[in-house]
């Protein structure tokens, strides 16, 4: 539940640093937009200082500037050093859009990032465990994004963030779903997803935001490889620095049998990792580990296919667990394919453990009460 509070608002805030308009200055943020989603923070950040400066009303440079910030901290820096550089920059931004806000009450994108600004807080909150700030926080700034969303209907891409919220919403009945409730939100999956994808396929500016947080779900929430495979394809293509938009088109491909292309790609991710920063190297390498066994794995490897989901396992250091709950079930699943059933049943139990709400969990739980059989 943890992650996908946190995943929620962040992709809430990257997905908002990039929605756009017709702000002066747009062309320079959309420069530093494609940095830092090609993990080529630094840049973006210097591109976005001489910005603010360059255009003091565009809210789009002051929001960005955070994200950008934020992501080449998490790339670089230890999580709590990154809860502090998100914090400070938060504090200095904050201010700027409700003056804009005030300043312009007409245009809704104030209101939009400023809404958007103050939801971004509940990261900080939430991962030092407020659980009160994080509430409040993340419910200030949505009522902010809705209230443009619902006054605003021809942005398209302001559907996102309702559609994130409305689909993870639904995968938690109880306080989630009745905090949802309060805030006017249909706790709906499938209207949730609809949302998104419409904001893949149609929205100028949310797209790429939409496409991850579509492919992710479509891959690791709905089991169906297929519709991910499209947006990872795209991204892939339009961010090849960025890694972990070809992990999630690596998996695609495997799961899809495109064996030669697969291959490929794997090996591109290969050479590729060691010019990621330590932490990152550290991210991914398991997730690398987890892609290579589970294809050796379709290929009846089963003995390097274990080794290799072993070795992701003790190394795993990402925030991501819904990679981490696949690398248990493929462990269980290899062990019950070798017949030993007792060790496969620790793995299962150690996925379900995880609580993510991806399909691994139903797998699990599935293999758990009756061993898998390929």
Same mark, same amino acid.
């Not at 747009?26 to 630094?42: H, I």
């Not at 509430?135 to 619902?150: D, P, S, T």
């Not at 302001?158 to 905090?179: D, F, H, N, R, W």
């Given at each position: 539940?943890?992650?996908?509070? !946190?995943?929620?608002?962040? #992709?809430?805030?990257?997905?908002? #640093?990039?929605?756009?308009?017709?702000?002066?200055?747009?062309?320079?943020?959309?420069?530093?937009?494609?940095?830092?989603?090609?993990?080529? &923070?630094?840049?973006?950040?210097?591109?976005?200082?001489?910005?603010?400066?360059?255009?003091?009303?565009?809210?789009?440079?002051?929001?960005?500037?955070?994200?950008?910030?934020?992501?080449?901290?998490?790339?670089?820096?230890?999580?709590?050093?990154?809860? #502090?550089?998100?914090? !400070?920059?938060?504090?200095?931004?904050?201010?700027?859009? +409700?003056?804009?806000?005030?300043?312009?009450?007409?245009?809704?994108?104030?209101?939009?990032?400023?809404?958007?600004?103050?939801?971004?807080?509940?990261?900080?909150?939430?991962?030092?465990?407020?659980?009160?700030?994080?509430?409040?926080?993340?419910? +200030?700034?949505?009522?902010?994004?809705?209230?443009?969303?619902?006054?605003?209907?021809?942005? *398209?891409?302001?559907?996102?963030?309702?559609?994130?919220?409305?689909?993870?919403?639904? =995968?938690?009945?109880?306080?989630?779903?009745?905090?949802?409730?309060?805030?006017?939100? $249909?706790?709906?999956?499938?209207?949730?997803?609809?949302?998104?994808?419409?904001?893949?396929?149609?929205?100028?500016?949310?797209?790429?935001?939409?496409?991850?947080?579509?492919?992710?779900?479509?891959?690791?929430?709905?089991?169906?490889?297929?519709?991910?495979?499209?947006?990872?394809?795209?991204?892939?293509? +339009?961010?090849? +620095? !960025?890694?972990?938009?070809?992990?999630?088109?690596?998996?695609?491909?495997?799961?899809?049998?495109?064996?030669?292309?697969?291959?490929?790609?794997?090996?591109?991710?290969?050479?590729? =990792?060691?010019?990621?920063?330590? *932490?990152?190297?550290?991210?991914?390498?398991?997730?690398?580990?987890?892609?290579?066994?589970?294809?050796?794995?379709?290929?009846?490897? $089963?003995?390097? #296919?274990?080794?290799?989901?072993?070795?992701?396992?003790?190394?795993?250091?990402?925030?991501?667990?819904?990679?981490?709950?696949?690398?248990?079930?493929?462990?269980?699943?290899?062990?019950?394919?070798?017949?030993?059933?007792?060790?496969?049943?620790?793995?299962?139990?150690?996925?379900?453990?995880?609580?993510?709400?991806? &399909?691994?969990?139903?797998?699990?739980?599935?293999?758990?009460?009756?061993?898998?059989?390929?």
């Amino acid at each position: 539940m943890n992650f996908i509070l !946190n995943r929620t608002a962040v #992709s809430l805030g990257l997905y908002l #640093s990039i929605l756009s308009a017709t702000q002066p200055g747009d062309t320079l943020v959309w420069k530093a937009v494609n940095a830092f989603y090609n993990y080529e &923070t630094a840049e973006a950040i210097t591109i976005l200082d001489s910005a603010r400066i360059e255009y003091p009303e565009n809210p789009i440079a002051h929001f960005t500037w955070v994200a950008a910030r934020m992501l080449h901290s998490e790339a670089n820096n230890s999580t709590e050093n990154t809860y #502090s550089i998100l914090s !400070n920059s938060l504090d200095t931004v904050i201010p700027i859009l +409700k003056v804009l806000k005030n300043k312009y009450p007409q245009d809704p994108e104030y209101g939009l990032y400023l809404g958007c600004a103050i939801g971004l807080r509940a990261r900080v909150s939430l991962g030092r465990k407020q659980w009160l700030s994080t509430l409040v926080n993340a419910y +200030k700034g949505f009522r902010l994004i809705q209230g443009v969303a619902r006054n605003n209907p021809e942005l *398209i891409d302001a559907q996102l963030p309702i559609g994130i919220v409305e689909y993870y919403a639904s =995968l938690k009945p109880g306080l989630i779903q009745l905090g949802a409730k309060l805030m006017g939100i $249909d706790a709906n999956r499938k209207g949730g997803l609809a949302k998104i994808e419409k904001a893949a396929a149609q929205g100028e500016f949310s797209w790429i935001e939409a496409k991850k947080i579509g492919a992710f779900i479509t891959l690791w929430m709905e089991d169906d490889p297929q519709s991910a495979l499209v947006h990872s394809r795209d991204l892939r293509e +339009k961010f090849p +620095k !960025n890694y972990f938009y070809g992990i999630l088109f690596l998996e695609c491909l495997i799961r899809m049998e495109k064996d030669e292309e697969a291959q490929a790609l794997l090996s591109e991710l290969e050479e590729e =990792l060691p010019f990621l920063t330590s *932490i990152q190297q550290d991210w991914y390498w398991s997730y690398l580990k987890y892609e290579l066994a589970l294809l050796q794995f379709l290929h009846g490897k $089963d003995d390097t #296919s274990l080794k290799n989901v072993e070795e992701a396992l003790n190394n795993y250091h990402a925030e991501l667990d819904v990679i981490l709950g696949n690398a248990w079930l493929l462990k269980g699943m290899i062990h019950d394919r070798k017949g030993n059933r007792e060790e496969a049943k620790q793995a299962y139990q150690a996925c379900l453990s995880l609580d993510n709400n991806s &399909t691994a969990i139903t797998k699990a739980k599935k293999y758990l009460n009756s061993p898998f059989i390929d």
